[in-house]
C-alpha cells in the first residue's frame, strides 16, 4: 500500500473515531476481543526486543521524574501543619501553680486560612480583641 494512501486511511479512521459514537464503540470492542485472545502478546514482544524494555525503562523514569518535580513545584503539594488545631480549650493565667483560679476563660479556637476574608472588608486581619470579645473600637 502506498504512503499516500496510508495517511489517507489513518485520516479517514481518526476522524471516524472523533465522529461515530458506534464505530467508535466496535473498535474498542474488537481491540478488547484481540487483547483477550492474545494475552501473552507484549511479554513475548518485550522479551524479542530488549532495546524496547531499556528505551521504555528509561522514557518511564523521566516521566515519574518530570511529574514529581511538577508536584514539588506546587504550593498546596503538602498538607499544612498547624501548631494548634481548632477546638475549644481553657486558657489559664501562668501561676506557676496548681492553684484553682476563677480567672480561666473557655475560648474557641479556629484555625483561619491566610486569605481568609472576613465578610466584604478584603484583607481583615483577626484581632486579639476579636476573639477575646471586646466591644469595639477603643
Given at each position: 500500500?502506498?504512503?499516500?494512501?496510508r495517511?489517507?486511511?489513518?485520516r479517514?479512521?481518526?476522524?471516524?473515531?472523533?465522529s461515530?459514537?458506534?464505530?467508535?464503540?466496535?473498535?474498542?470492542?474488537?481491540?478488547?476481543?484481540?487483547?483477550g485472545?492474545?494475552?501473552?502478546?507484549?511479554?513475548?514482544?518485550?522479551?524479542l526486543?530488549?532495546?524496547?524494555?531499556?528505551?521504555?525503562r528509561?522514557?518511564?523514569?523521566?516521566?515519574d521524574?518530570?511529574?514529581?518535580?511538577?508536584?514539588?513545584?506546587?504550593m498546596?503539594?503538602?498538607?499544612?501543619i498547624?501548631?494548634?488545631?481548632?477546638?475549644?480549650?481553657?486558657?489559664?493565667?501562668?501561676?506557676?501553680?496548681?492553684?484553682?483560679?476563677?480567672?480561666?476563660?473557655?475560648?474557641?479556637?479556629?484555625?483561619?486560612?491566610?486569605?481568609?476574608?472576613?465578610?466584604?472588608e478584603?484583607?481583615?486581619i483577626?484581632?486579639?480583641?476579636?476573639?477575646?470579645?471586646?466591644?469595639?473600637?477603643p
Amino acid at each position: 500500500m502506498a504512503a499516500c494512501q496510508r495517511e489517507r486511511r489513518r485520516r479517514w479512521h481518526q476522524n471516524k473515531l472523533r465522529s461515530d459514537d458506534d464505530y467508535r464503540a466496535n473498535q474498542a470492542q474488537a481491540q478488547q476481543a484481540w487483547a483477550g485472545r492474545h494475552g501473552d502478546y507484549w511479554r513475548e514482544y518485550r522479551s524479542l526486543h530488549p532495546d524496547y524494555t531499556v528505551h521504555n525503562r528509561l522514557e518511564q523514569r523521566r516521566r515519574d521524574r518530570r511529574r514529581r518535580a511538577t508536584r514539588l513545584a506546587k504550593m498546596d503539594a503538602s498538607t499544612p501543619i498547624h501548631s494548634v488545631p481548632s477546638g475549644t480549650y481553657r486558657l489559664l493565667p501562668e501561676t506557676g501553680g496548681d492553684l484553682a483560679n476563677m480567672d480561666a476563660w473557655t475560648v474557641k479556637i479556629t484555625v483561619i486560612s491566610r486569605d481568609y476574608v472576613s465578610g466584604d472588608e478584603a484583607g481583615t486581619i483577626l484581632q486579639r480583641e476579636d476573639v477575646i470579645g471586646a466591644t469595639g473600637p477603643p
